[in-house]
């Protein structure tokens, strides 16, 4: 493992030598500590050495043989020359300093006479530890990474890992420049922890950490690299990057994965803002059955920026997210119209289409992208045609998250058990009846259409009902409010779309 140059004359057994560099970077690496007089040396050496001299082999030589001496040190990369002066020269030759300054090789003065065993001693116990502490943590890093790839976390939980070993936060820029995902802020000039990213020889990006630079930051960034490859690689190699970007910001407000300024700066790169005039929305789209979700990722992808603006727009499982930003003044009319023109002229492509609530930051958009999802698993139920809101939904995700299914049951029997008995025994599709009268908003002829029977056939299905249910069942708001409620949670228990409730029984 190497050391830098400055550690190295910090060396207490180099003290005695008051060491001055005289050229060259003290960051530069050295990789290992030769002591030698041999005039050509450099042809035993590998690049990276340090070599300690003091000037034996120089003794008597011309000019042109120092200055070819110089040369040789160069042409192998040597990384530094260190010149005791005092027994064999009084000062460093001037052709070997000329030489040497404005190349790699640093060139450090050393005066007094010091045992060069103990300078090579010191320092390689130094590069040897440091080389064990090295392997730990690249070893450390390894496992932390492949457990993130087994887990599925994706780049940016790997970024996250690195951004914990590292203490720094760390980003991958996609071949084009362009930052596609981050655990923090990395400065753009922040390139000195920078590695490539391969792919099957193909040159995806770039991973850049803001960490210190030390050896083990060094270790932990190539293994981070290796990892993100391997991620994309999984992911298929193909996908263009752009895209990528997309679902990785998604998949990190499904998991929370980072915070609301990292979101909004990942946003802002993505070209989705939220301003004062302006809210965030997110939206699922779920293909209808025998749609591919490809098709319905192709469609949003050419609609949405057209009728909404820039959007996020990746799957989420077997369905297509997207956030985009709305007017802050839109009502709920104007947003089903809205996202209802995102469908138009594609309405056999998609099963439901269910937004989450507008809100005003990316603070709050993994909960409107949380209850687009869940409104999506509810929307079958409501037998509704069109793009359904999250207050649309509202009810039923509140049902779900009752606790105790015993108390819902019990709350449905309540309700609803002399019209579930009675549908049992007779097949008198009561409970659909109900159920098309509210959906119809209590209009008797809308919902006799519906149920394609006559009015009064209607009529006498709702006496038989309030017979059933008690006097005010649909007359009394409360009561009618919560009879709507509990046949709503029927068909949550129930698994029944709405628009097929059947003569059943629980």
């Not at 260190?82 to 060139?107: K, M």
């Not at 939904?393 to 015993?406: E, W």
Request: aromatic fraction near 4%; charge should be negative.
């Amino acid at each position: 493992m190497a050391l830098t140059l400055a550690e190295l004359l910090a060396l207490p057994a180099l003290a005695a030598a008051d060491p001055r560099l005289v050229s060259g970077d003290p960051k530069r690496d050295v990789r290992w500590v030769h002591t030698s007089e041999i005039f050509d040396i450099a042809t035993l050496l590998k690049g990276g050495e340090a070599l300690l001299t003091s000037g034996l082999g120089l003794v008597a030589a011309s000019d042109a043989r120092m200055r070819a001496y110089a040369q040789s040190l160069i042409e192998i990369d040597v990384g530094a020359l260190l010149f005791e002066v005092g027994r064999t020269f009084s000062e460093i030759p001037a052709v070997i300093a000329d030489e040497l300054r404005g190349s790699r090789v640093a060139l450090v003065r050393l005066d007094g006479v010091v045992p060069f065993i103990d300078i090579t001693e010191s320092a390689h116990r130094l590069i040897l530890d440091a080389e064990s502490l090295t392997l730990r943590a690249s070893d450390q890093a390894t496992r932390r990474l492949m457990d993130v790839l087994v887990k599925g976390g994706g780049v940016s939980a790997v970024l996250s890992t690195l951004a914990e070993l590292t203490g720094a936060p760390a980003a991958f820029i996609d071949a084009e420049g362009r930052e596609v995902a981050a655990s923090g802020t990395v400065p753009p000039n922040a390139r000195e922890l920078e590695r490539p990213v391969e792919v099957f020889g193909e040159r995806r990006g770039v991973i850049r950490s803001a960490a210190a630079v030390t050896a083990d930051h060094r270790v932990v960034i190539d293994r981070g690299a290796a990892a993100i490859a391997l991620e994309l690689a999984r992911s298929g190699s193909s996908m263009p990057t752009r895209r990528y970007a997309h679902e990785q910001l998604l998949h990190a407000l499904l998991h929370d994965d980072l915070s609301a300024d990292e979101l909004d700066a990942r946003a802002r790169a993505l070209g989705v803002v939220a301003d004062q005039q302006s809210r965030l929305i997110a939206v699922l789209c779920a293909p209808a059955p025998g749609r591919s979700l490809d098709d319905a990722y192709v469609h949003l992808v050419d609609t949405v920026p057209r009728v909404l603006g820039p959007a996020v727009i990746g799957r989420v499982g077997q369905s297509v997210a997207m956030i985009t930003s709305v007017a802050a003044s839109s009502d709920p009319t104007g947003l089903r119209s809205t996202l209802g023109a995102v469908t138009a002229g594609a309405t056999q492509l998609f099963r439901s289409v269910t937004a989450g609530g507008a809100v005003a930051d990316w603070g709050g958009v993994a909960t409107s992208l949380r209850e687009a999802v869940d409104g999506a698993t509810i929307a079958p139920l409501l037998g509704a045609t069109g793009a359904l809101l999250a207050e649309d939904t509202a009810l039923l995700r509140l049902l779900r998250t009752v606790d105790d299914a015993g108390s819902l049951d019990d709350f449905i029997t309540r309700q609803l058990g002399p019209v579930l008995e009675a549908d049992a025994r007779r097949g008198s599709e009561l409970l659909r009846t109900l159920a098309e009268l509210f959906r119809a908003g209590g209009s008797r002829s809308a919902a006799a259409r519906a149920l394609a029977i006559r009015r009064q056939t209607l009529y006498n299905r709702l006496e038989r009902v309030e017979r059933l249910l008690g006097a005010g069942a649909l007359s009394d708001p409360t009561r009618a409010v919560t009879v709507h409620v509990a046949i709503l949670a029927w068909a949550l228990a129930t698994r029944t779309p709405g628009h097929s409730l059947a003569s059943s029984s629980r």
